[in-house]
């Protein structure tokens, strides 16, 4: 590579190093110089690539493994190739290292440019002389990086120049993806190498420790103590570690607000307290299936982390109201609570939510076996307003009833999400108030609320049109004119219909004839429904071409090889007649099946099964049509539904 002799302009040339970097079929670098600035990604895809080269060049330096050879502007001219022998590394154009210059301490004042010549050797010319202006603003720069999804894709912005570096390698290791433990290990010993030109471990805000939880011991845990500038930790699951660990990774976090300690048996009162004192500016703590957690750390947690917004307790059965109420008088900004389990709290924990916090968004209840309606006796919802309430769970709360539901779904207009399975107490009556949440209610679990009818179902359908999962499992009373009614919801993708044993083949024709849910539909339960054919079901598979997911287990009509064939394995604690029994089709079987239906096309119904099948839409049209007409409670006549017409045959199959 020639270098210019003289400006242009008749002034002294700028100085210019050269430093030529090999790379070898280990897919390692070799340079001329010891000293590494930063090493980037190899040439894998995979995040978890980015800190591999650095291992490789620090065995490189030790064992004196590779070739190396300097390039100063004297010699400049030389060709190259002729001086390699035939220990040199073989080139390959991928991964870079970026080098300090031997000749300067002063990397500042330099600026460099980066060449690939023919051979594959790379060179990166550093510029003693020429001043480095930035042209964009730090900001703009990392916005800018933000786009770029690909890890390989930044490792090649950051080579452009000195700000994109800084700028780049910031967001580079921000938020590191471990998704293997030898990455996680990799990445420990690039942060632990000496005399690092970049400060990594202060790079590290976020850290995802989850998908290698099995795997994460105290002395992993030791290493990362070092990033300091922790914003969030998700820790969930790591039944390896200890409290010595966990607190040592703590100790020096005190910008700390976002903490996963689900599921590890270490998580104790004493812990709990040590997080209350050195992150008190914690606003997101899991704690979920930690058991052994008690009232008073909970108490030391509210008091020391006052800007507190979400906790998870599920799983916690030794706390008591007196956690909770610690929380709703010490944290005014709480809006995520989840008590599942906490089977010792009464309504008086319940109460103090909903009086203290008026600005909460998703609280779960489920399986608090001692809450009544009392807990919500004193919201009135004409003064009482949860405009911010989003999600409310009241699974396996047995004793809700009706009442509860006239009270707390008024008051809360905007309500997304709406769990009431196995409260079996609730009725039209009470559950037909549902519907006034309208278009803001996309989720809604019924499952085991025996009493409710065709009638709640098909107000729902005209009112909340913007459902996409229902769940309807064991309602006994539903029949095909819920199915029917249903049909035309246009934004629905799943509905639960397990032992429903009254639906039948002219609910599952009732959802065909719509050409609404055939479009949307993405998975459907049906066991035990014992009246459903293969003949209807080949055409609801047929025809719903985003079906992902199909259950059909104790259905009489696909107990059969030619059918289980494509079936998953059942799970393994079945018994032999679970398994015997057992029929779902998710992913690939879907698709199978549907090649299958369709390649075996069953026997398609004789005229008079044709005429049934008619006789019974105007029956399901006419039964929709009287109750939107004439609605259960005192309120008018509901606007005039167009009810689509029934198809011609081509439609069905």
């Not at 104790?268 to 997080?275: M, R």
Request: glycine residues 4%; aromatic residues 6%.
């Amino acid at each position: 590579m020639d270098t210019p002799s003289s400006h242009p302009t008749g002034e002294s040339s700028p100085t210019l190093s050269t430093v030529t970097l090999y790379k070898d079929s280990n897919d390692s670098l070799s340079t001329a110089s010891s000293d590494t600035l930063w090493t980037s990604a190899s040439a894998s895809s995979s995040s978890s690539s980015l800190f591999s080269n650095t291992q490789a060049h620090s065995n490189s330096n030790n064992s004196n493994k590779y070739n190396k050879e300097a390039h100063d502007d004297d010699n400049d001219s030389r060709d190259t190739d002729s001086d390699l022998d035939s220990t040199t590394p073989t080139l390959l154009p991928t991964s870079l290292f970026l080098v300090k210059n031997n000749n300067t301490n002063d990397y500042s004042k330099g600026d460099y440019s980066i060449a690939m010549d023919n051979d594959n050797c790379t060179s990166i010319i550093i510029n003693h002389s020429a001043p480095y202006t930035p042209s964009l603003p730090s900001e703009l720069i990392l916005f800018m990086f933000k786009f770029l999804a690909a890890a390989q894709d930044l490792r090649s912005a950051i080579l452009v120049c000195k700000l994109w570096c800084s700028c780049g390698m910031d967001l580079l290791w921000s938020k590191p993806t471990l998704l293997a433990l030898p990455v996680a290990e990799r990445m420990v010993q690039t942060m632990s190498l000496p005399n690092t030109i970049f400060p990594y471990a202060n790079y590290i805000r976020r850290l995802n420790l989850s998908f290698i939880a099995p795997d994460v011991t105290d002395p992993i845990l030791f290493q990362f103590a070092s990033c300091v500038r922790l914003e969030r930790l998700l820790l969930a699951g790591s039944n390896k570690a200890t409290i010595a660990g966990l607190q040592r990774v703590l100790s020096g976090c005190p910008g700390l607000y976002s903490l996963d300690l689900s599921d590890i048996p270490a998580v104790t009162d004493a812990l709990i307290e040590y997080v209350a004192e050195k992150c008190p500016r914690l606003h997101t703590l899991y704690v979920g299936s930690c058991s052994s957690l008690t009232d008073g750390s909970i108490v030391k947690l509210a008091t020391n982390c006052p800007q507190l917004k979400r906790i998870k307790l599920s799983q916690c059965t030794l706390l008591t109201d007196r956690a909770v109420l610690a929380l709703t008088e010490h944290c005014p900004h709480l809006i995520e609570i989840d008590l599942t389990n906490c089977s010792l709290m009464t309504d008086t924990a319940i109460q103090s939510v909903f009086e203290s916090l008026s600005q909460i968004r998703d609280i779960n209840m489920t399986l608090l076996t001692h809450l009544t309606n009392a807990a919500f006796s004193s919201i009135d919802p004409k003064t009482h307003r949860f405009e911010q309430l989003r999600v409310l769970n009241f699974t396996s709360c047995a004793n809700i009833t009706d009442e509860t539901l006239l009270k707390i779904i008024p008051a809360a207009p905007r309500l997304r999400s709406l769990a009431l399975t196995k409260c079996d107490k609730i009725t039209d009556t009470g559950a037909s108030v549902i519907k006034t949440l309208g278009k803001h209610l996309h989720y809604l679990h019924l499952g085991h609320c025996a009493k409710i009818t065709d009638r709640l179902i098909v107000g729902l359908s005209q009112h909340c049109t913007r459902i996409r999962y229902l769940d309807l499992a064991c309602c006994t009373k539903i029949t095909d004119t819920s199915i029917f009614a249903l049909a035309q919801l246009p934004k629905l993708r799943r509905i639960g219909l397990v032992k429903c044993s009254n639906i039948t083949d002219y609910g599952i024709y009732a959802i065909l004839v719509s050409q609404i849910l055939p479009q949307t539909l993405e998975r459907v339960h049906l066991s035990y429904c014992v009246n459903l054919s293969d003949t209807a079901i080949a055409s609801l598979v047929t025809q719903c071409r985003k079906l992902t997911h199909l259950s059909l287990t104790g259905v009489p009509a696909f107990i059969w090889p030619r059918y289980q064939m494509f079936c998953r394995a059942p799970p393994p604690e079945f018994t032999a007649h679970q398994r015997e029994v057992f029929c779902v089709f998710s992913g690939k079987g879907v698709r199978d099946l549907r090649k299958y239906m369709h390649e075996n096309v069953t026997i398609a119904p004789a005229p008079a099964n044709l005429a049934n099948i008619r006789a019974s839409y105007r029956m399901m049209s006419s039964a929709v049509s009287s109750m939107l007409a004439a609605p259960e409670g005192v309120e008018g006549p509901d606007a005039a539904v167009s009810l689509p017409p029934f198809p011609e045959e081509a439609a069905l199959w």
